[in-house]
Every structure is written in structure tokens, then in C-alpha cells.
């Protein structure tokens, strides 16, 4: 049988966290069998119909299914349904008294869409999704497809009607609500390209889609076959569990992303975002059968970010990039953890930066025009179905001529890491880092030759990237005279490694380092900023003053760690203090980004300063949505506990807890 178009009406329903919803299954059964099931969690079903006809079912939590007509032919199935989303959809920002911003939205990731719409987990039932959406008028809706209309409801809240064209996998299914505005741009080619972000966000537009053109141009010409999908869009919100998601034609991805200028040269969305435009046809337009072959999505992603990057900042940066991976992945291979590319358990680092080498290797390996032409006939042929390694590796020997059996032994059969191949391919193709390693060979274990020897060669040095690792290496057998030099004369780039490579500064060059307060660099403030106060404790209030009025970047990194540096320095400011201390507690709130929560309570932690308020803020992180946070949260509380004192400051805290912090209280306090 072949599901083939589902046309659904969503209708979010906030104050209960559920999702109600009905919706029209149209499928060919191609030959006899006894039952058909749709992937169903958490869901109760109503009016349900097939050809119009009512149909007995049956649900079990997991899977809605029905027995199979006794004839072959074109089928219609209606039902109605109510989901109670345990995952995939996250309710935000309805529990709290700041207005704006409420925000609902999805994370399928592989095969949980039917957490929230009856549909498909397996990747190899791909259907045309048209999806109709019933909200209030005060928000806006994104989601897959082009939208055809928006009407007005029975209720008076905005029907938003999206329709797509194609077939796609279910996990790439996916909406956006909440508070948005929207901007336009044209590829070249002529797709339409959304942008979307909150209102308070306006200035920060231009620095976080930066390059977004250009890179789906870009996508598109080196790829050489064009954009599959109607129209692209992209959503920043708040709390998402990983970078982006790839979801077809509707990319929604973590608002730490939404950056001003300066931050941007930190911490951008260049690389997600070229990333998950790569998806749209390494992943959504062919898609792996099962995760056995899953470097066909990631791999090819990843692959194409970077080439993505090396036409917006160039070769060198393209290529210290992949030394940077290949490190990575030398030490993790290196300690016995290497892991084949055709392990479907096989972790991120394997799946992407491995995967990423190994299409470094295979274009070196066939050469430009046949690797592009294998890339094309490989997407033509297997367009809208779903794929394995050995369709793709074939299109590639047909397009090269060659037999590349000894190429997948080595890089998709084999566990470990070849870092000496890699190395000496890095060594030939980029000028700066063959001198790099010339210059580590010749210093070798005689670190003391280390500044002659820059010393020597420094005015010649071909890359500013390349100076960043060699301060990052031997800063600390440096003298202050040359660091005085780097920090006076050489770009943001370089001056950044100085704060991060040397264990002590002398009195000779704190003027010089004080001037690394003011570096257009979040990161470089932060750090010469907790630098200078701990080196230097005479000047920690004129160092305070100069810092006081910066932020940083989306998880406010120098603000909170100025605000804990007030708050510890005896004589700064004493009235101010309370103030101080009520601030950085307040950043423990779920209306900030977990990331800025976590180092809030890290800070707090640090200096022994948690009050109630802060604690409860910690007991209700210990449920939240996004695991690597709540594992910290929660390691953190266990350790608050083991006081007495504090064990009893949470049992007065207890009455004032839901239901479900007061259950995991019980758990964890073994009440």
C-alpha cells in the first residue's frame, strides 16, 4: 500500500498543551493484506471514516490502525483527533505574565512528527503534506509549503492554509507560531526566501541572515541541480533542542543564532544556516532508507556548509576548518572510540565532521567535474525517494569511471580516523598551514626556540589563522616585548588567542592588555576581562566601570560574569549590590534562553549565592525539554541537597512546586 497525499487542520490548543486536529489520508492499497496502521502517540480519535463510510479502529497509544478493504484500489480515510504531546511540540511562554512571547513549535528529528499528526515514522513513507492551521490573530504561522491563503475562522482567529507539491518523509514536517515578523528576499534563481524574526529583533536582522542569498546561491550552482521545493523559510525560537532543523522548505532553528554585528564575529549563523539549506536536497529531496545510511544526510550537509563558508571567507579559512575537525576527529579516533561512517549507532562527530572528510576526499579523489557529475545524476535519478550509500557510491563510479572500492573501505568501512592522509593533503593544498607544521616540526619538544623562531618568520607569516595557533600553542614561551607586538599590531583575530594561551600577564604588558576591553569580540572582553581582574586586583573597579553597560553575546556571557565579579569585589559599588544579585537570579527564569540560565546558575553556584527563588528556578529546570540542561540542573541540585540546611530550604520551597518539580522532589529527596 502507498499513502500518497494527507491533507490535516491543526488547531494548537495552548492552556492544555494538546493539539487537536482532523484530517483527510489519501492511499492506494496496491495488494491484499489484513490491517494498515498509522504511527499515533498519545492520541484519541473520533469520527472516523473511510470513503465516508464509519470504521471500526483501533489505538493502542502507539499506532492507529484499521483492517485493510478486501479490494485493491484508491482509498480516502477522515478522522479527528486530539494528541497530547509528551515531545516534538513545545508549548512555550503561555505559563508566564510577559507579553509576546508565546511561541509553539516543532522538533520531528527522524520520526517523531507523530507525536502531534497521525503519520509515518519510518523515512521511506513519503507523502504530500498539506496542512491548515486555526490560530489567534495576534500570532503568525510557518510551516512547510507555499501559503495559499489566510482566512478568517468561525471564532474569529486566523486559518492559515499551506499547500506543498512533492512528497517528503514525515520527520520533516514541522511548524512556527508565535510573535513574528517577516522579511523577503529573491535567489537569483527566483525562490522566494523568508525571514523571520521577533519584533524586538529588528536591528539584528541583517547580522544573523547574513550571507543567506549568497549561500542559496551559492548551494544552488555548485550543486547544479535547483532548489526542489517551492519556497524557503527560516524561524528563529526560543529554547530549541539543537542548532536547526532541517524541516523542507521550513528551517526552525535556536535563537542564540540571532546576533548583532559584533557578536556575529563570534558566533554566527553562517554555517547552520548553509547547513540546513544542504539538507534541503541532501536529506529532504533523497533520503537515507535507515540510519545505516545516514552520511548521506549529515555528511553531505556539513560537506556543503563548509564549501559554503569557503565562498564567503575564503580558502584559508575553508581548510584550517577542516584541520580543525581532523584534530577532533584524530583524538576521539585515537583513543579507541573511531567509529565507521556505516554504523547506524555512530555519534555527530562521525556522522558529520567524518562524513564532511570524506567528501573532501572522494572530490579529491575523482576530481571537480566528475564528483559534481555524479552529484547530479545521484539527485536526479533518486529525486523525491529514498536512498542507500551503495545508489550514491555507484553514481560515482559510473560518473568517474573508476572502481572506488578502496575509498569506502577507507573512509566508510573503517573506524579509525587516516589523520596522516588528511594532514598531507592539508599540507599540499593550503600554503599556511604547510607552514605550520614546518614550524612545529622545527620546534619540536625545544619549546624555549619557540620565539626565535616565530620571531624570524612572523612578518611572513601568510595567515592571520595561522597566528592564531601559534599564540594558541606557544604563547606562554613568548616574552612580553612580542606579545606587546601582537597586541598593538595584529588583527582580532590573532590579539584573541593572547587572553586564551598565556597562564600569567607581567605588569609590562597590562596597558597593552587592558586595550583588549574595548576589541570588537565578546569572547576577547570576557576573557581579558576575568584575566585583568584576576592578575591585576588594584584596577578591578576602573576594569568593572569600563564593562558595565555590555552584554555579549545571546547568552550574555560578559554580562553575567561582570555581574558575579561585582558581587565578590569587597569595595565596588556596595549599595549597588542587591541590585546586582536580584539580576543575575533573575537570569535563572525560564523566560531566558536555557543557555544563559545554566551559566547563571553556574555563577551563582560558584559563589554560594542561591535564594529561594534561584532554587526553585533550579528544581523547575530539572524537567525541561532540552536534555544536556536538565542533566547540569540536576547534578547541580543533587549537590545543593547534600547540606542539610539546604535539603530543608527545599522542603519549605515544596509546597509552592506543580505537581510534576514536587514528584521529582520526592524522587530525588527519597521522600
Not at 509528551?86 to 516543532?106: A, C, M
Not at 542507500?388 to 578502496?406: N, Q
Amino acid at each position: 500500500m502507498d499513502f500518497t497525499h494527507i491533507k490535516a487542520e491543526i488547531i494548537p490548543v495552548s492552556k492544555e498543551k494538546e493539539i487537536r486536529g482532523s484530517g483527510t489520508f489519501s492511499f492506494q492499497l496496491l495488494k491484499k493484506t489484513d490491517s494498515i496502521f498509522l504511527d499515533a502517540h498519545d492520541m484519541t480519535f473520533f469520527d472516523v471514516r473511510l470513503n465516508g463510510k464509519p470504521l471500526k479502529f483501533k489505538n493502542n497509544g502507539r499506532k492507529f490502525g484499521f483492517k485493510a478493504p478486501k479490494k485493491t484500489g484508491k482509498y480516502s480515510l477522515s478522522l479527528t483527533y486530539i494528541a497530547k504531546p509528551k515531545q516534538t511540540v513545545y508549548f512555550l511562554g503561555w505559563d508566564d505574565e510577559i507579553h509576546g512571547n508565546e511561541q509553539i513549535w516543532t522538533q520531528g528529528q527522524g520520526k517523531y512528527t507523530s507525536h502531534w499528526l497521525p503519520s509515518f515514522d519510518d523515512m521511506t513513507e513519503k507523502v504530500e503534506f498539506d496542512l491548515h492551521f486555526r490560530v489567534d490573530k495576534s500570532y503568525q504561522v510557518m510551516s512547510n509549503g507555499k501559503l495559499k491563503r489566510k482566512s478568517l475562522g468561525l471564532d474569529g482567529e486566523n486559518v492559515w492554509h499551506f499547500n506543498m507539491q512533492q512528497p517528503m518523509s514525515s520527520y520533516l514536517v514541522g511548524f512556527a507560531i508565535g510573535d513574528f515578523d517577516r522579511k523577503t528576499v529573491k535567489s537569483t534563481s527566483g525562490i522566494s526566501i523568508e525571514l523571520y524574526f521577533e519584533p524586538k529583533d529588528s536591528l539584528k536582522v541583517e547580522p544573523t541572515y547574513r550571507y543567506s542569498k549568497e549561500i542559496f546561491d551559492f548551494l544552488e550552482n555548485e550543486i547544479g541541480v535547483p532548489y526542489p521545493w517551492q519556497n524557503y523559510k527560516q524561524v528563529p525560537v526560543h529554547d530549541f533542542l539543537y542548532a536547526g532543523m532541517e524541516n523542507t522548505g521550513a528551517t526552525i532553528f535556536s535563537n542564540t543564532f540571532v546576533v548583532d554585528s559584533t557578536a556575529f564575529i563570534d558566533k554566527n549563523f553562517v554555517n547552520v544556516n548553509a547547513h540546513e539549506m544542504a539538507h534541503q536536497w541532501f536529506g529532504n529531496l533523497v533520503t537515507e532508507e535507515s540510519g545505516k545510511h545516514h552520511w548521506l544526510h549529515e555528511g553531505f550537509a556539513t560537506y556543503y556548509a563548509y564549501l559554503a563558508e569557503k565562498d564567503i571567507f575564503g580558502e584559508d579559512y575553508f581548510y584550517w576548518r577542516l584541520l580543525e575537525t581532523a584534530w577532533a576527529l584524530d583524538n576521539f579516533s585515537g583513543t579507541g572510540n573511531g567509529e565507521a561512517l556505516t554504523d547506524s549507532s555512530a555519534g555527530s562527530l562521525t556522522f558529520y565532521e567524518k562524513g564532511a572528510w570524506a567528501l573532501v576526499m572522494l572530490r579529491e579523489r575523482v576530481g571537480d567535474s566528475n564528483f559534481k557529475q555524479g552529484i547530479q545524476n545521484y539527485l536526479t535519478k533518486y529525486a523525491y525517494q529514498n536512498v542507500t550509500i551503495s545508489d550514491f557510491m555507484w553514481e560515482m563510479e559510473k560518473a568517474s569511471g573508476m572502481k572506488l572500492m578502496d575509498f569506502e573501505e577507507t573512509w566508510l568501512q573503517e573506524s579509525e580516523f587516516p589523520f596522516e592522509l588528511v594532514k598531507e593533503f592539508l599540507i599540499k593544498k593550503n600554503e599556511s598551514i604547510n607552514e605550520y607544521f614546518e614550524i612545529k616540526d622545527s620546534i619540536g619538544d625545544m619549546t624555549t626556540l619557540a620565539e626565535s623562531l616565530l620571531k624570524e618568520k612572523w612578518s611572513m607569516l601568510p595567515s592571520d589563522r595561522l597566528k592564531h595557533q601559534l599564540v594558541l600553542d606557544y604563547g606562554n614561551e613568548l616574552s612580553d616585548g612580542f606579545i606587546k607586538e601582537i597586541l598593538n599590531n595584529e588583527s582580532l583575530k590573532v590579539r584573541q588567542a593572547v587572553p586564551l594561551s598565556l597562564e600569567k600577564f607581567s605588569v609590562a604588558i597590562q596597558k597593552d592588555f587592558e586595550s583588549l576591553l574595548t576589541d570588537e569580540s565578546y569572547k576577547t572582553i570576557e576573557s581579558a576581562l576575568y584575566r585583568l581582574w584576576t592578575d591585576f586586583p588594584e584596577r578591578r573597579n576602573l576594569y568593572l566601570d569600563k564593562t558595565s553597560n555590555i552584554i555579549g553575546l545571546p547568552n550574555k556571557n560578559v554580562r553575567l560574569l561582570w555581574l558575579t565579579l561585582a558581587l565578590i569585589t569587597p569595595e565596588y559599588h556596595i549599595e549597588s549590590k542587591p541590585k546586582y544579585f536580584e539580576e543575575l537570579s533573575k537570569y535563572t527564569n525560564s523566560e531566558h534562553h536555557f543557555e544563559v540560565r545554566l551559566l547563571a546558575f553556574q555563577y551563582l553556584k560558584s559563589i554560594g549565592a542561591f535564594n529561594d527563588e534561584t532554587v526553585k528556578n533550579l528544581i523547575k529546570a530539572c524537567n525541561h525539554h532540552v536534555w544536556h540542561f536538565k542533566k547540569s540542573c540536576r547534578k547541580m541540585l543533587k549537590e545543593f541537597v547534600k547540606e542539610e540546611e539546604n535539603k530543608e530550604r527545599v522542603w519549605n520551597i515544596y509546597p509552592s512546586l506543580s505537581l510534576e518539580q514536587q514528584k521529582y522532589i520526592d524522587k530525588t529527596l527519597g521522600r
